[in-house]
């Protein structure tokens, strides 16, 4: 199966939408999900479907489709600017003819056909968007939330033509109360100009609010792919040539003086310096680099000349694929949101079903003309559900860039669902609780017997030496080393036989006897450090209603020990565990009826982090424990994975809430238009405000801290 992404033009409303992924899934083996906040649609197709195939669907469903080119494309500029102008000259245009038919008093002779000039353009020109895309869909045999806009419109501005031309209306001396209810009189008299163009006017605002609002939303995404560099400096034959970020290759070195953004992804060859990735991961706190250290592209040199190897380059660099969870993030659907597209789907011809028969329902009952046909395009008017169509998309994008901007990728919206349900989560002990790095932590015999055991590892490559090595500082210099896998390290310093070896016996880390001469004269514990912010973690995760386990293929006395820094219960400590024991463990605990979360970041995680009901991968950790997973933390700190959380959890709060006001809307709005009690100008603008409404609803997750 091969994946892309297609742009779309022509989308106007949910509806639109639904259509188009209609028509997509059609073709055989074809899954597509159309994104109508993002105009476009990710599909993923078998072999036997060209692209070109994806493209005529679309172009068969009346709308129009093309693959993106893989140059990067310059930012265009504000693309609402044509919808903003249709906008003030429909408003200029509207003003005086709503005002006019409101206050009577401003009703001068013949003030009527005045309307009717300024009205005139602001529904044939101004509705032009709702009028072709209503348009191309009949063509097609379909019905959209446009055909609503437009039939009643238009409806109105008929009604009013044959009012002014072939009844009463056009009289000299003609006067018009303005009344929010609909009073039920002889229609031959009425002009409803006022609805016409005040519904135009509401509902061009809303969609040019929608359209900023999403361009915003997607800000996010924009800011994180342009914190990338844009040139590099690559030694070449020892000597520094400028050359565009996209011509850097693996393995080319490159040099990164202070306060120059990392090109690309790498490992520092020479120098030391401080690494600012506040931009990308949110840390605060610089971390210090020298040579063999890695780096990522698009943080900051905030110190000395660094030269970097690179490491990855492209699409392949930590940012790229950032921005590739983000954009993915963003195309997919929750399970509620395909609830209301699927309604959405056939609530068009439902409302105009609906229309009809209140139109007749009144006219039945001898009411006249005028007021069946008001409280008709009141309830066409009404029903446009383009709120149910903004809901879960401008949460998503809104919810996924604001993670990004944090350090938090959020691979799909069924991601959210699942932190809504889980109960307990499972943290790998080392490199998430811990930093996977061994440190001395208590010495028995004094500084005599760190100095002479650091003397003799520090020429060993273990990592239980380098911690031992790294804690004594300055020593003396070893002869005669001798390193015996599995026993330990031996060596003569000041010229005393040294031997360091395993102990037995220590059951909150590992355990060496430092021997001299034949003699033992003290022992060194190395433990795994735990992270400083780990502890606050686990309270924050408890704070969140979850229950942590530590899980470990340590011994039971290390885990334990570790348990009790961070506030985990020895109860909730599953220690020795072999790598593939990992996923049965995750088991055992779904198997109690839990739905579990994990945390880890190595191979051995990932097929655990795929079996748990919510994974989060460490993004300092593995790349196959980062593809197992649903989420990624892009820093080290365990405290992000409850950020995570309570971001999901609000993203989809958001969610929820967007798409129960529009349920609500409609739900309200209907039974009071087709009972006449809704003025259509009113209506149109209920029906504005609530996709407006849903729009910034969306934008409060922005301010997520």
């Keep these: 199966m091969a994946t892309t992404e297609l742009e779309l033009t022509g989308m106007t409303c949910a509806s639109c939408a639904n259509r188009i992924e209609r028509k997509l899934n059609k073709l055989d083996g074809v899954t597509a999900s159309v994104n109508y906040a993002t105009e476009t649609a990710r599909v993923e197709f078998p072999e036997t479907v060209s692209t070109g195939d994806l493209v005529a669907a679309v172009e068969a469903a009346g709308y129009g489709a093309s693959v993106p080119s893989a140059e990067p494309v310059a930012e265009a500029g504000d693309e609402s600017d044509p919808l903003r102008e249709r906008l003030v000259i429909s408003a200029l245009l509207s003003v005086p003819v709503i005002l006019l038919a409101m206050v009577p008093a401003w009703q001068f002779d013949n003030w009527q056909w005045l309307s009717l000039t300024l009205a005139s353009p602001v529904v044939v020109w101004g509705a032009l968007p709702f009028h072709r895309a209503a348009w191309v869909n009949a063509r097609h045999g379909a019905t959209t939330m446009d055909t609503l806009v437009s039939v009643g419109t238009l409806a109105a501005y ?39 163009v005040g519904v135009t006017t509401f509902l061009l605002a809303g969609r040019y609010v929608e359209s900023r609002s999403k361009r915003r939303a997607g800000a996010a995404l924009r800011a994180l792919l342009d914190l990338g560099a844009k040139d590099v400096a690559v030694l070449r034959g020892g000597a520094e040539v400028r050359v565009p970020v996209e011509d850097l290759r693996v393995g080319d070195e490159f040099v990164v003086r202070p306060g120059e953004k990392v090109a690309t992804d790498g490992v520092v060859t020479s120098g030391t310096s401080a690494i600012d990735a506040a931009l990308l991961t949110g840390e605060s706190l610089p971390v210090e680099v020298g040579p063999g250290a890695a780096v990522v592209g698009a943080t900051v040199n905030a110190g000395g000349r660094l030269v970097v190897r690179a490491t990855r380059v492209g699409a392949d660099t930590q940012l790229a694929q950032m921005a590739r969870l983000v954009t993915e993030a963003q195309h997919g659907k929750a399970q509620v949101q395909r609830l209301a597209d699927r309604i959405s789907g056939v609530f068009v011809p439902v409302v105009i079903g609906l229309a009809v028969a209140t139109l007749g329902f009144w006219l039945g009952l001898g009411e006249p003309t005028s007021a069946a046909f008001t409280a008709a395009v009141a309830v066409l008017i009404i029903a446009c559900p383009c709120a149910l169509g903004l809901a879960t998309p401008t949460a998503l994008m809104v919810g996924t860039g604001r993670g990004a901007q944090l350090g938090i990728l959020i691979k799909g919206p069924e991601v959210l669902e699942s932190t809504r349900e889980v109960d307990v989560v499972v943290l790998d002990k080392t490199g998430t609780v811990t930093t996977g790095e061994m440190a001395v932590r208590s010495v028995e015999g004094g500084d005599e017997v760190l100095r002479l055991a650091g003397a003799v590892e520090a020429a060993s490559e273990h990592p239980i030496g380098r911690a031992i090595a790294a804690a004594a500082g300055v020593v003396p210099e070893v002869v005669d080393f001798v390193s015996t896998p599995g026993v330990g390290v031996a060596g003569v310093v000041d010229g005393r036989r040294v031997e360091v070896r395993r102990a037995a016996g220590q059951s909150d880390g590992t355990a060496v006897d430092v021997v001299a001469d034949g003699v033992r004269i003290g022992t060194i514990v190395v433990a795994d450090e735990v992270k400083q912010t780990s502890a606050q973690a686990v309270r924050e995760l408890r704070g969140l209603g979850l229950r942590p386990f530590l899980l470990t293929g340590d011994s039971v006395g290390a885990a334990r020990a570790v348990a009790a820094q961070v506030g985990i219960d020895t109860t909730d400590v599953i220690a020795e565990v072999l790598p593939a024991d990992k996923v049965a463990a995750v088991k055992r605990l779904q198997g109690e009826g839990l739905v579990v979360a994990m945390v880890g970041d190595g191979v051995n995680d990932a097929a655990a982090l795929a079996q748990a009901d919510l994974g989060l991968a460490m993004g300092t950790g593995s790349d196959v424990a980062i593809e197992a997973s649903d989420l990624t933390l892009v820093r080290g700190d365990l405290r992000t994975a409850a950020d995570a959380i309570r971001l999901s959890r609000r993203t989809l709060g958001i969610i929820r809430g967007n798409l129960f006001w529009a349920f609500a809307y409609n739900l309200a709005g209907l039974p009071l238009a087709a009972a006449g009690l809704l003025n259509p100008m009113l209506a149109g603008g209920a029906m504005a405000l609530s996709s407006v409404f849903v729009v910034l609803n969306s934008q409060r997750l922005r301010s997520f801290r």
């Design 158 to 196: 008929g009604w009013s033509l044959y009012a002014l031309f072939w009844g009463d209306a056009g009289m000299t001396g003609m006067r018009h109360p303005f009344s929010f209810a609909i009073e039920r009189t002889d229609g031959s008299g009425e002009i409803y100009l006022e609805a016409a």
